[in-house]
């Protein structure tokens, strides 16, 4: 997971996260809940739709769901053609769960269904879209969490031609990096026992904790914000981390890639510093 400390600006590059988007019935609490925890300021465009902000940098967006669906987060990937997009989902078994539109001075979008059933965006952009990054408050990774981790590498390799890199062992621990051009953009976890039997599969969005506050106390700020902690605070190679609720229950993910959790090498038997002759 290497995601610059940077505001940038999507460069267009097919397959890399281009914006995230929560999906709520209740945007005043959602926007309560999100300023109190991540320190968001918000704009209310004449469409309803609310952009939120760190230091007048957007970090994500949200508007209110059609229908009953639940409050969810979406990740949006970067497409150079919306309806051709939506004919490879097919191809590749995926499904199309809502149809390629055109937003006006935005460019074209749709979202999709990957054959497992996680839900994930496609954005074709039009013009300059600024999207911050890997900062405190911002989004800072996103990974798939899934039953059947060889069928998600097949289907987004496929779709993106994405270089797929196992960084556990494939078996106890399956989890592989997306990279594009040799730069990570994405992460597949394939679920196991530590998840519950019915978990649905989903794309999991993850914001930047602030060093100087702390995993820890923000899961604590969630739960005084009317939010839930899902998963507790707890030390992972990229960071200390937590999976949180906000008070509609839309879960994403903190991390504070500056807790890091050493990495412990063993010393070979027979080395120079472990000679087993030597009493």
Known sequence: MTISAIDEMPDGVPGKPCWVELATADPRSASEFYAGLLGWSF??????????????????????????????????????DTDNTAERVLDLGGQVLTEPHEVPGQGGMLVAG????????????????????????????AELNTWDGAGADAFYGSLFDFEV????????????????????????????????????????????????????????????????????????????AAVLADPAGAEFTVLDRSDVLPVVVEEEVGSANDDPYDD
């Open 165 to 240: 890199v196992q960084m556990g062992d494939g078996e106890a621990f399956d989890y592989t990096s997306w990279t594009v051009n040799g730069e990570e953009v994405l992460g597949r976890l394939r679920m196991g026992s530590e998840f519950p039997p019915g978990q649905l599969p989903h794309w999991m969005v993850f914001f930047e904790a602030h060093p100087e506050t702390g995993t820890d106390r923000i899961a604590n700020r969630a739960e005084r914000l009317g939010g839930r902690v899902v998963v507790a605070p707890f030390d992972s190679p990229f960071g200390r």
């Open 114 to 141: 990957d054959p497992s059933g996680a839900a994930v965006g496609f954005w074709r952009q039009d013009r300059d879209w600024r999207l911050g990054t890997g900062f405190p408050g911002a989004f800072t990774w």
């Open 43 to 80: 704009k209310v465009g004449d469409d309803g739709y609310v952009v939120c902000y760190v230091d007048d940098v957007p970090v994500a967006g949200m508007h209110i769901p059609q229908g009953d669906q639940p409050a969810t987060w979406t990740l949006y990937l970067t497409v150079g």
